[in-house]
C-alpha cells in the first residue's frame, strides 16, 4: 500500500565552516550563512522508498519542514535540489557531498518571526529522487541561518514529512481557466437614432420597449429637459 507520509530514514546537515565534519543524525538541520562568507550550512533528506511497481503512474510529492530556528530579518527563499550521487548521513560532509541538479525542483519564501510549517510542492517527482535524496539550501547573501526539526528530535510529529501523491500517467493537470472580458456591445440602429441638430433646438429621439421616456428635448438657451412619459415621469426637471 502507498504511504501516506513519508519520513527521512537519513538526514544531516554540512557546514562549509567545518569542511570535513559529518553532522548526520543530529536533532536539527541547517541551511543559509551564518557568520559571513564560507559559513554556509545545507541539510540532506534521504527516503526509503522505491517507486517501481507504480508502473503507468505518475507522481507529485509535498516536502514539509517544521522551523526550529529562524534568523531571517525580512525574508528568504529556501530552494530544494535533486541529489543524484550518493551519501550516507554517517560519513557526509562539505567537502564529499553529492552532486545535485543544476535546477532546484521546489522552493519556498520564509519571512521574518515564522517558526511554522513550510510546504514545498515538488515538481519532477522520480524514483532517484527518493533513493538518493533531497537537498535544502539557500542562496542568500546575508547571515540568516535557518533551522528545521531532523529525524534525530525526541518528537516524530515534527520531523520532516514527504508526503506522495500518484496519480494515472493520463490523468494530466486540469489548465487554468482565464477569463477574458465581455466583448463591446454594439446597440442595433433602430434603438438609438440621433437627428442632426440645429443652433437653437438639439432633439434626440430614443425608442424603448419598457415605457420608458418617449423623447428628450434640450434647449440651449434656458438649460431646461423636457420629458414626455406614459409612465408618470416627471413632465419637467430644470437643471442648474
Avoid at 567537502?95 to 545535485?100: E, F, Q, S, V
Avoid at 518528537?155 to 520532516?160: N, V
Avoid at 496519480?167 to 472580458?181: L, M
Avoid at 440645429?198 to 434656458?222: G, K, Q, V
Wanted: aromatic residues 16%.
Amino acid at each position: 500500500m502507498f504511504p501516506n507520509i513519508l519520513h527521512p530514514n537519513e538526514d544531516a546537515y554540512i557546514s562549509q565552516y567545518y569542511a570535513n565534519s559529518n553532522f548526520g543524525g543530529v536533532p536539527y538541520l541547517y541551511t543559509n550563512r551564518y557568520q559571513g562568507s564560507g559559513d554556509e550550512y545545507q541539510s540532506l533528506l534521504k527516503f526509503n522508498w522505491i517507486f517501481d511497481h507504480y508502473d503507468g503512474h505518475r507522481f507529485r510529492s509535498q516536502l514539509r519542514l517544521k522551523i526550529y530556528r529562524n534568523e531571517i530579518p525580512s525574508s528568504a527563499t529556501l530552494l530544494v535540489y535533486r541529489i543524484i550521487g550518493n551519501w550516507n548521513e554517517s560519513t557526509v560532509t562539505w567537502n564529499n557531498r553529492p552532486a545535485i541538479d543544476t535546477v532546484p525542483i521546489g522552493s519556498a519564501v520564509i519571512y521574518a518571526g515564522y517558526f511554522g510549517w513550510v510546504d514545498i510542492n515538488l515538481t519532477g517527482f522520480a524514483d532517484h529522487v527518493l533513493n538518493n535524496g533531497l537537498l535544502l539550501k539557500c542562496d542568500e547573501t546575508f547571515n540568516s541561518l535557518l533551522g528545521f526539526y531532523g529525524r534525530g528530535f525526541s518528537d516524530s510529529s515534527y520531523w520532516p514529512q514527504l508526503i506522495p501523491v500518484v496519480a494515472p500517467a493520463s490523468d494530466v493537470e486540469k489548465p487554468v481557466v482565464r477569463v477574458q472580458p465581455a466583448p463591446s456591445v454594439v446597440l442595433p440602429s433602430d434603438l438609438v437614432r440621433v437627428l442632426p441638430s440645429d443652433d437653437c433646438d438639439e432633439r434626440r429621439f430614443f425608442r424603448y420597449d419598457n415605457n420608458f421616456p418617449t423623447s428628450c428635448r434640450f434647449d440651449d438657451c434656458e438649460e431646461r429637459r423636457v420629458f414626455r412619459s406614459a409612465n408618470n415621469f416627471p413632465v419637467r426637471r430644470r437643471f442648474f
